[in-house]
C-alpha cells in the first residue's frame, strides 16, 4: 500500500475504524485528521449519429492506445453538464447536446487506483460532423457501429456505459 501522510503535520496515516463507519480509514494518530478517500467525479458523452458512436483513442496514460468514451474530470465549481459539454469541445472540437444521464458507475483511475465515480451523458452533436477533429487527450477518433466495438477498451466504466448503451437501444 502507498504511504499517505498527513495533510496537516505530515505524519504517516494509520488504517483505523471510525465509529459508526463499516470500513477502516486512514487518519493521523498526530493531530486527528482523516483522508477521505472520496471518488473523483468525472462526466463523459456517447455521441450517436446513425447506429455508430463516437470514440476516442487515448493519447496519454492511464489506457494509453486504448479506446475510450470522451470525458473527464469535472473541475472545481462545474457542473457535470459543463463538464461533459467542455469535454467534447476539448478532445473533439464540437459542440453537443445531452439528452439524458445514460448512467453512472464507480471505478478506479490509474495506477493508484483512486476511485472514481463515472457520470455518462447520451449526446447529440451539433451541426453535420464535419467539425469532429482528435485533440486534448485524444490521439484519434472513430465511429463504431454498436454491434461491432472495438476489444480495447480503456477503463471497466467505459465498457458498463457501452453495455448499458447497447441495452437501452436494443442492441445485441
Not at 474530470?73 to 453537443?96: M, S
Request: net charge positive; with cysteine.
Amino acid at each position: 500500500m502507498r504511504k499517505y501522510r498527513c495533510l496537516r503535520c505530515g505524519t504517516p496515516l494509520r488504517r483505523a475504524r471510525e465509529a459508526g463507519r463499516t470500513r477502516p480509514v486512514l487518519t493521523c494518530p498526530r493531530c486527528g485528521w482523516i483522508h477521505w478517500n472520496n471518488p473523483a467525479p468525472t462526466a463523459s458523452v456517447l455521441i450517436l449519429r446513425r447506429g455508430r458512436v463516437l470514440l476516442i483513442r487515448r493519447a496519454f496514460a492511464p489506457a494509453r492506445g486504448l479506446w475510450d468514451i470522451p470525458g473527464g474530470f469535472i473541475e472545481p465549481g462545474e457542473t457535470a453538464e459543463q463538464a461533459a459539454r467542455r469535454e467534447a469541445r476539448e478532445e473533439l472540437g464540437v459542440a453537443v447536446r445531452l439528452e439524458r444521464v445514460l448512467g453512472i458507475y464507480p471505478d478506479v483511475y490509474g495506477p493508484e487506483k483512486r476511485p472514481s465515480l463515472n457520470i455518462y451523458y447520451l449526446a447529440r452533436m451539433r451541426g453535420d460532423g464535419s467539425a469532429v477533429r482528435a485533440g486534448d487527450d485524444a490521439a484519434a477518433f472513430a465511429w463504431f457501429p454498436l454491434r461491432a466495438l472495438p476489444r480495447g477498451m480503456a477503463f471497466m466504466n467505459t465498457r458498463e456505459a457501452l453495455r448499458q448503451l447497447k441495452r437501452d437501444l436494443g442492441v445485441r
